[in-house]
């Protein structure tokens, strides 16, 4: 009984939030001059989630790995597991063309526990790259938050059937809560790599990218060899291409703060 009024609760809020966002799915244009950040919980989501605008937009991209990987590969220690995950995820970025990555190194399956590390790296103020001339004591560089530069956040989509998955929107909702910089105008993107998108209001044709995002995803040879994630991925983006006559199409959630907020409220 109890799951039942919960149930019919969210689906009351959720209604009414999805009625206020605009699910007409257009093309996502990223200016040449936007700056994209995309949180990958894995070394491999990135790629099977959206391999495709990576290759697009390389020069716009920072990719930072959220977790070490180490519960990957099994009957190897999580030293080695570490160290080949992160190479099959450098060797992808460099396929995708992406030359600005990084690692935060939490535990795998744990991410939700790393709060603390999450906000040091993403909200820690970093020096100004041109700061004001010093005019004698007391006069401080000016600084900015790492998220504070970026008109586009990348990351899984929320009702992702993995609990690390989930955890990014979490945490960085935790983020957004304790009033970390960001431009006003920011923009949220839930992208698929377990689950499909119940909303959907932007979109990207990668036909023309396809197989840099098949070499991407075929990086990842310690976890092509447990699952067909080519064939999988690349199922959806077929999929996905429909409603648009393309062959093959990224799909994405694209919401202002406050509408990723709500969302991430109802979970």
């Known amino acids: 009984m109890i799951k039942k009024k919960l149930f019919q609760q969210m689906t009351y809020k959720f209604s009414k939030l999805t009625a206020a966002i605009n699910l007409k799915p257009k093309e996502l244009n990223i200016g040449e001059n936007q700056r994209c950040l995309c949180l990958s919980p894995h070394a491999d989501d990135e790629s099977i989630g959206m391999g495709g605008v990576l290759s697009l937009f390389a020069g716009n991209f920072k990719v930072i790995l959220l977790t070490d990987g180490r519960k990957g590969i099994k009957d190897k220690s999580a030293e080695n597991v570490i160290k080949i995950r992160e190479e099959e995820f450098q060797n992808a970025m460099k396929v995708a063309g992406v030359e600005e990555y990084n690692f935060l190194r939490a535990e795998d399956k744990k991410l939700l526990d790393n709060f603390d590390l999450f906000e040091t790296y ?15 004591e007391g006069v401080t560089q000016k600084s900015t938050s790492v998220l504070e530069k970026y008109d586009y956040i990348f990351v899984p989509n929320i009702i992702d059937q993995h609990p690390d998955h989930k955890a990014v929107s979490l ?97």
């Open 171 to 267: 945490l960085l909702k935790s983020l957004l809560d304790k009033n970390a910089k960001v431009k006003p105008d920011l923009q949220i993107c839930f992208y698929e790599v377990w689950s499909t998108l119940g909303l959907v209001n932007s979109f990207v044709d990668i036909s023309n990218v396809i197989q840099k995002k098949t070499s991407m995803i075929n990086c990842y040879k310690s976890q092509t060899a447990q699952k067909d994630y080519e064939y999988y991925a690349l199922g959806l983006n077929q999929y996905r291409g429909m409603f648009k006559d393309k062959k093959y199409v990224e799909a994405f959630c694209v919401l202002n703060v406050e509408e990723f907020k709500k969302i991430c409220e109802l979970y």
């Open 122 to 136: 993403l909200n820690r103020n970093t020096p100004h790259p041109n700061p004001p001339p010093s005019r004698g």
